[in-house]
């Protein structure tokens, strides 16, 4: 994982894909919010020779026909889902193929229907790797995204577990810093020092740049037009557009002109 993240060029993906509005994304954190964590922020550029230096050290190796296989011989290959008909994870999708290939790995790249996709993410578990958006969440609360995070959680893709008939979730299987990131958002749902919640919430996020069960790609902008007559607006990445709407008012001067 921690070579994929190394080998996709994301530069590659905010020039091409979004076309520059954004930028290469490395933390689950939100640039725009309070917690996001500044260092991991920084990330790195893509280095395929890190990507092959750390193959190397788990025990991967490149063969002569080009392609990459484990210790036991088995050649690296994996299924990569996206949903049809959104054109931009389609194509990141392409990168990533493209990309990953030149360390040897095969992706089978599927882009199949929502309902689809999310019977295998929800129900099924039978998905190897897929580009997703989990949404939803307020960049100035880092805890609503518990629901990804906590073992137990609906949306916990990675290490997932299926519920049984009380829908209950057994995590007795957790990875150790699966444990320490349960403990870590329990910590932080009680913690109001905001100093104290931010130290909290930096180390679960250094946890998961460390373990990559998310390889995160880009963080889009959200561009805002409005019309010169309009006074007082001031979108903000926390607030939108009209977070002061008791504020905003017309310049009747301005619109005549218009």
Wanted: hydrophobic residues 35%.
């Amino acid at each position: 994982r921690q070579a994929v993240d190394w080998g996709i060029n994301r530069d590659d993906i905010v020039a091409n894909i979004i076309k520059g509005v954004g930028s290469p994304s490395f933390t689950a954190e939100s640039p725009s919010s309070p917690f996001f964590h500044e260092e991991l922020g920084k990330g790195h550029p893509m280095d395929r020779e890190k990507a092959k230096a750390l193959l190397k050290k788990g025990g991967f190796s490149l063969h002569k026909d080009g392609l990459l296989y484990d210790g036991k011989g088995n050649q690296v290959e994996f299924e990569l889902l996206t949903n049809s008909g959104n054109d931009q994870r389609e194509q990141m999708g392409v990168n990533i193929k493209e990309d990953l290939a030149k360390l040897g790995m095969t992706v089978n790249f599927k882009p199949m229907e929502f309902n689809v996709l999310v019977g295998k993410l929800n129900e099924t578990l039978q998905w190897e790797a897929c580009i997703l958006g989990l949404g939803g969440g307020s960049p100035l609360e880092p805890h609503d995204g518990a629901n990804v995070w906590r073992s137990d959680g609906f949306l916990h893709m990675f290490n997932a577990r299926q519920r049984d008939a009380n829908n209950q979730t057994d995590i007795s299987d957790r990875y150790p810093w699966e444990v320490k990131i349960d403990e870590l958002f329990e910590k932080g749902s009680q913690t109001f020092d905001f100093v104290e919640r931010k130290k909290i919430y930096y180390r679960y996020q250094e946890i998961i740049s460390e373990q990559a069960p998310f390889i995160y790609l880009v963080s889009p902008l959200d561009i805002v037009a409005v019309r010169s007559h309009l006074r007082n607006v001031n979108p903000l990445p926390l607030g939108g557009t009209t977070y002061n709407m008791e504020e905003i008012w017309i310049d009747n001067e301005a619109t005549e002109k218009e």
